[in-house]
Every structure is written in structure tokens, then in C-alpha cells.
């Protein structure tokens, strides 16, 4: 039963890293596995929330954004500990064919494994996928959070995933099971909503509030200025008008 797992595992990184390895795709692949990327589309888009709504009225937004950091933290550093136990040599260190992708002195290179490639399993950190992980409980969250995202959202570990396939970083296996790591720290961290919600949001709206105060001197200015008085407003106007005639 196992060996049948492991050759179906085989065949599935054949078939996307080999069969499915297109240069037309290697740009895009990636992107998608590029967490840099996804971090920083996820903070423009939160700023222009923050932009559009105030810093005070983003704060239940904000709290559950750092909710999610929490999440994809500890997701984060379960794969350290289940890396360093199982220990599985990643895909792209010792098959033969494997495409991989290298950066070696400012130039991309995508380089194949020779077939009849030989090499011993001295270790690795290939079970479970870190990015598989990371973005899915990223994804099940926001899907809670905003159902509005939902099912859209979960394109985000889908393209991960697969991403990580085709650069030859990980087995299907340990896509699988990073998804399956990520929806159950995504649904503790959505069951303790409510605790880590009450805890952390007062403190957010405290500073937030400190700094929109910060952000806008201009109203309190406004606020403490006297009201123009129409009358000698008037005066003034007539007196000047005297003046010019002589």
C-alpha cells in the first residue's frame, strides 16, 4: 500500500515538473511561489482599506489581520519541526529529470537533473511544504473572516502548491499534507476568534487612535480657531474701498 503511495507520489511530480514544464509558465511559477509577492500584495491592499476607511474605522480589520499573522506563524514553525523529524530529501536534490530553478551570478537558470542522475538521500526539508502550509491558513481565514473572498481566495494555496511542484522543491505528498496542516491551524485560530479578538483589538484601537490624533494636527487648529466676525469683516472692506477712491 505504501509503495503504491510513493510511485502515484512519483508519478504526479513527473507529470507537472517534467511533462508540464513550459517556458512560457517559468515566470509565472515563480511568481507563485514567491512569498515576498504575496506579502506585499496583501499589505498594499490593506493599506488602501486603511487609506480609504481611517486608521480608527480599520481596526477590527487590522486585529484580524494580525489574527492571521499568529495563524501563518505557527504554521510556519510547525514545518520546522516536521522537517527536522521526518527528514525527506527534497525532490529537486536527487531524481533523476527533475527540473529546478537556480539564480547563479545575476542570471535565471532552469536546469534538468541528467536520467541517469544518482544520488543517496542524505536528508532534507521536503515533507511538508512550508508555502502549502502557510497559505492555506492564510486562505481558510480569510474565507472566514470575509466570506466575500470566498472560494476565490483558495486559488492562492492551489497556485502555491502546485508552484512548488513544478520548481521541484516538493513531493505531491507534502503539498497535501501542508494543506491539510494549514486547514487545521486556520480553523483553531477561527475557533478562538472571539478570545483573541477581545484581547488584542482594544489595544489596536488604542494605538490607532494615538495615531490618526498624530496624523491630523490640522483639526484641532481648526477646532480652537475663533469665528470669522462678518461685520468688521465689512469695515474692513468699506475702509479699504475709501482708500483706494482717494
Known sequence: ???????????????INVHGHSEHLNG???????????????LFCLGLYVWR?????????????????????????????????????????????????????????????PWDHQSGLDGGESFYSAHAVNSMAMAFLVARFWPAFSPAVYVIPAASGYSRLYLGKHFPSDVLAGWLAGLLIG?????????????????????????????????????????ANPKKDRKCMTSSAHGNDR
Open 1 to 15: 500500500m505504501l509503495d503504491s503511495l510513493l510511485a502515484l507520489d512519483t508519478k504526479l511530480l513527473y507529470l
Open 28 to 42: 509565472i511559477m515563480r511568481f507563485c511561489s514567491s512569498t515576498s509577492a504575496l506579502v506585499c500584495s496583501s
Open 53 to 113: 476607511k481611517g486608521l480608527v474605522a480599520s481596526a477590527p480589520v487590522i486585529t484580524r489581520c494580525l489574527i492571521i499573522v499568529l495563524a501563518v506563524l505557527l504554521a510556519d514553525n510547525s514545518t520546522r519541526i516536521t522537517k527536522h523529524e521526518v527528514d525527506r530529501t527534497r525532490p529537486s536534490a536527487f531524481m533523476p529529470g527533475i527540473y529546478r530553478y537556480d539564480y547563479y551570478k545575476g542570471k535565471d537558470q532552469w536546469i534538468q537533473r
Open 187 to 227: 480553523f483553531l485560530f477561527w475557533r478562538m476568534e472571539n478570545i483573541l479578538f477581545k484581547r488584542i483589538n482594544p489595544i489596536v484601537l488604542a494605538i490607532l487612535t494615538k495615531a490618526e490624533v498624530f496624523t491630523r494636527p490640522s483639526l484641532g487648529n481648526q477646532a480652537t480657531r475663533k469665528p
